[in-house]
């Protein structure tokens, strides 16, 4: 297991996903995390802060998009209590039962859900 200082990066992604917020034609609402708790996040997912998925994590406690219709997953906050870490196998407890062989990043309003391929589903790993 890499620490946490090999985690965060020199060159990290949020510069970028906050210029994608920006520019996006729908509300995008950036929720607030502690700091210590989205480091605490990254650790789990041992992925670096230079990666979309790690930036989010580390920065966020999640984003809700077109006025909640969709939702990201970040380090969790008081608005969105899913998170990363309590939707996946990573966290102490997971809330849900977890998604063998993929990582749940998002859901929407209607009950979708989605997911990045580690295996356990059709596809490329990673996708």
């Not at 993929?102 to 990045?116: M, N």
Request: charge should be negative; charged fraction near 20%; avoid cysteine.
């Amino acid at each position: 297991m890499r620490l946490l200082a090999e985690l965060l990066s020199d060159d990290p992604a949020w510069p970028l996903v906050r210029s994608w917020v920006g520019k996006a034609t729908n509300g995008v609402l950036v929720l607030p995390t502690e700091r210590a708790r989205g480091e605490e996040a990254l650790f789990r997912l041992q992925v670096t802060s230079r990666s979309v998925l790690g930036a989010v994590a580390l920065e966020t406690g999640g984003l809700l998009i077109d006025h909640d219709w969709l939702r990201l997953l970040g380090s969790g906050s008081r608005e969105l209590h899913a998170s990363l870490t309590n939707w996946n196998p990573i966290g102490d407890a997971p809330e849900i039962e977890p998604l063998e062989g993929a990582l749940l990043v998002g859901y929407d309003a209607i009950g979708g859900f989605f997911a990045i391929n580690s295996g356990g589903l059709t596809g490329r790993r990673g996708q």
